[in-house]
């Protein structure tokens, strides 16, 4: 008996071997499947499955699920990548099923996928909106809620807190952790700075050369923990936005290895730089080598640039943002260097997220302080051509440089807060200059303090404007407590630690430790601007009208049905008696008015006074 029992237990250890070994041997086959999952119910039924592996194109494929049908089998001139289109029925269950592969010259083997259930109501979810105010995070300089993964043995880049261009610990975890200060500070809307994996030799920490376009960097935390990040942001009303680069990879991705065909990266996978010449989009004298110099060149040697009009690489990219925005429940997009890409790649990449979420706000950057340039890309503005735009939101470039000079030139016929006033009445280029992005600085430039000489009394001005004019802001992390870079320009000094974020740092903006005198009145007066910006009709529905700039001063009312705001920027070195007669028109029959920030009363007599360089805001009782 005791032989037998030994043989039988041989024999089940035996079997356990052949059974892993041939899971092995079937899960070897395929490297990587993307997207690993997908969703039923979307609105666009055709789902593509980028497959990578050895002569994988050889195979043929199958599929027995309902609802599910291969509609076809796509390969390119490299036999390691196959394309399986499939058609997914709009009553088909949720569920997991087996692809098939099978070979003449190669054993068969069978590959699971999932089908999920969506979040209810996902497809009209509500996008980021002027209701909101965005904080941008730079999550390696935010806060280190877990040391542990610091450093991660399989990634090339260690921790280097010393470095100024290396990484220095921060991840998803210490968001999470300070997620009752962004609430209670007042913003409603988290921008993070790229959290894909970035898998670079060094400055890896900024985010921008993805390496896996589907797997968050193991140094900020797991695919997981981005998606209970958005769970507990959506908790206290706050919604994430994700960073998303079109444009280009970075150069240790494992498609520079490996392309899944031969023109997937422009100019023959070589570098040649981007001659940065947008204009040449849409000059009327242009000559095509420009356009092709500004679209098709890269921006270093370590981001190769993507060609979307390769339809397979537009198809991945396209369902790549899909499959984010339903995995960890996003509010919105935030699409990087947005014009260098592909123009008819952009129009079907827009369009294909405004089928799926028609409520979903997607803000393009395209730095430029020519108007007509940005809102070119905003959908609805009028243009020079025919081209087709789905693109809700664009940043307001033009506007944040205006701000800088109103605040800084000399107050002449043609300089200083006239220039304010002139980007505002630009408007009517954009398609919807409400749904702009406004902002002060932004991760790629100097801090608005420092643009601003370190004048805090001029940092409250372009706050103010920032907080009460059209469109949606975005805060800058840091900006709160008056963060500075004095004497450069250098993005490491720039992006610095947040004062809290690390055990050891002397100084907390999260516990207000150690905090200057200054750094706690421009806290305060940041949290009771954004504070009550959230319940203030006017500013965040209601219309803007201003009056051209006069003697230094500029003036600009908000509006809705049951709310009027009138701002006042003083720029004079000395308190000015402003004459209220002017504004009749937009005050009415109003005598009384509450200071916001002081929340004093004032008396709306023949003038009122405005402190020297300062910015009053004052809601109107009527």
Known sequence: MKNLLDKLRLLHSSMCCLILLSLQVCYAEVQRLEPANWWVGMKDPSLQLLVYGNDISSYQVDIQYKGVTIESLETTDNPNYLFINLLIAKNTSVGEFKIQFT???????????E???????????????????????????????????DSIDSLKESRNRSDKGGRHGGDIQGIIDHLDYIEEMGFTQIWTMPLMENDMHKYSYHGYST?????????????????ELSKQARMRGIGIIQDVILNHIGSEHRWMKDKPSSDWINNQGVFVGTNHRRESLHDPHAVESDQVGFNDGWFVPTMPDLNQRNPLLATYLIQNAIWWIEYANLSGLRVDTYSYSDMDF???????????YPNLNV????????????????????????YRSYLTSVMDFPTQANLINALTAPETWARGLRELYESLASDFLYGDPYNLVVFADNHDMSRISSQLGEDFALFKMAMAFVLTTRGIPQV???????????????????????????????????SKSKLTTQQIEAMQFMRTLLNWRKNSSAITHGQLNQYAPENGTYVYFR?????????????????????????????????KATDVITQTTIELGQSIQIQAKSALILNIQQ
């Open 103 to 113: 070979s003449s010259g190669h054993s068969s083997f069978s590959y699971p996928f």
């Open 115 to 149: 089908l999920k259930q969506r979040i209810p109501n996902s497809a009209n979810r509500k996008g980021f909106s002027s209701e909101d105010v965005i904080y941008l995070i730079t999550p390696d300089r935010f806060a280190n809620g877990d040391p542990s993964n």
């Open 211 to 227: 390496t896996d376009y589907y797997k968050i960097d193991p140094r900020f935390g797991s695919n997981n923990l981005y998606r």
């Open 346 to 356: 952009l129009t079907q990449w827009t369009r294909r997220l405004m089928i799926e």
């Open 363 to 386: 803000v393009g950057e395209e730095w430029s302080t020519n108007p007509a340039i940005v809102a070119f890309w905003q959908t609805g503005s009028m243009r020079h051509s025919d």
């Open 476 to 510: 800058f992390y840091g900006t709160e407590i008056f963060m500075t870079n004095p004497g450069t320009d250098d993005h490491g000094i720039i992006r610095s630690d947040m004062p809290g974020g690390w055990e050891d740092d002397e100084s907390s903006a999260f």
């Open 559 to 591: 509006t809705s049905d049951t709310q009027t705001v009138m701002v006042v920027l003083n720029k004079n070195q000395q308190s000015v008696d402003l004459p209220l007669k002017r504004f009749k028109e937009m005050l009415g029959d109003a005598s």
